[in-house]
């Protein structure tokens, strides 16, 4: 093959790879930042050089063929190899560059890992952090992450995990207004006549039920309330506006526990969680990028 021809193969399988995950040509176009013409014409000559059908195309969505989705299963991989080692060859001359993208709770975003990147950032001018912020659990190479970041208890088997944060503890917190009109819980099973502040998991879809340790052994209290966010920061906002009682990682309270904007309860029953852990797939050889920042990251 001359290369030319290798160069056209190869760039047309980047553009089938982004749609394949995108499941778009207009969201790959703007991942690729190409157009969405471009994208269309680098697939359809892609599919002309294999000889190939490899999408389906509506007006709807796109989905693949089955020789869609067999190039999908055996080639991506070897082709993300192959730029990984690029990737490596490159910064074997210059400062480590690229970007990482990630996906992680905001909790995780506001506590440890903006602290850190402040400090990583500047000494490294050519490598981009891209944070994209979800409650839920991730599917990190589906949707094409370099990385995300879960408690230890929520990592998958298959991946290597990277402690960047010590166990945490959690609290259940309210204001002294609050609980001077409504009274501090002495047990658990006492917050279920309370106005508790609910999260709601995106992958799952229900109520996050809260945890208790009572007389050794684990206890999941399903608690209602008037307010359900989809992350920690409205929670905090809405229980230091006196709105309900709050269970929550005690580093996002603990300065307002401190200065007497919210008082604790139920500390006894409240047991610490695995700390945050940086994962990513054990097949994928971390870039000079990745390394530096699992470096900067780990405790």
Not at 16 to 27: C, E, G, I, L, M
Not at 63 to 83: C, Y
Not at 117 to 145: C, Q, Y
Not at 153 to 176: F, K, L, S, W
Request: glycine letters at 6%; charged letters at 15%; proline letters at 5%.
């Amino acid at each position: 093959m001359d290369p030319k021809t290798l160069r056209d193969a190869f760039s047309g399988l980047s553009v089938f790879f982004a749609v394949a995950h995108a499941r778009s040509f207009t969201k790959a176009a703007a991942r690729l930042g190409v157009s969405q013409t471009a994208v269309s014409h680098a697939v359809r000559a892609l599919e002309a050089r294999l000889g190939v059908s490899l999408l389906s195309r509506n007006s709807r969505n796109v989905t693949m063929t089955e020789a869609g989705e067999q190039l999908l299963a055996n080639v991506a991989p070897q082709f993300e190899a192959i730029d990984t080692q690029l990737q490596a060859l490159t910064e074997l001359s210059n400062s480590p560059t690229g970007t990482i993208r990630i996906t992680a709770s905001d909790h995780a975003v506001r506590a440890v890992l903006m602290t850190k990147l402040k400090l990583f950032l500047p000494a490294h001018p050519g490598i981009k952090v891209e944070l994209s912020t979800n409650s839920g659990f991730v599917d990190i190479v589906a949707e094409r992450f370099d990385a995300g970041v879960r408690l230890g208890e929520a990592v998958a088997q298959d991946m290597i995990a990277v402690r960047i944060a010590a166990d945490a503890p959690y609290a259940v917190v309210a204001t002294p207004a609050y609980l001077q009109h409504h009274g501090m819980a002495q047990t658990p099973s006492d917050l279920l006549q309370h106005n508790c502040i609910n999260l709601r998991l995106p992958t799952r879809g229900n109520l996050w039920a809260w945890e208790f340790a009572v007389d050794g052994r684990e206890v999941n209290l399903r608690v209602d309330g008037q307010l359900v966010f989809n992350n920690t920061s409205e929670a905090v906002e809405a229980v230091l506006a006196g709105l309900g009682v709050a269970y929550l990682p005690a580093e996002l309270v603990g300065q307002y526990v401190q200065s007497g904007q919210l008082l604790q309860m139920l500390e006894d029953f409240s047991p610490v969680w695995p700390g945050l852990h940086l994962y990513y797939p054990s097949r994928r050889q971390p870039s000079g990028a990745m390394a530096l920042l699992i470096a900067a990251l780990r405790v």
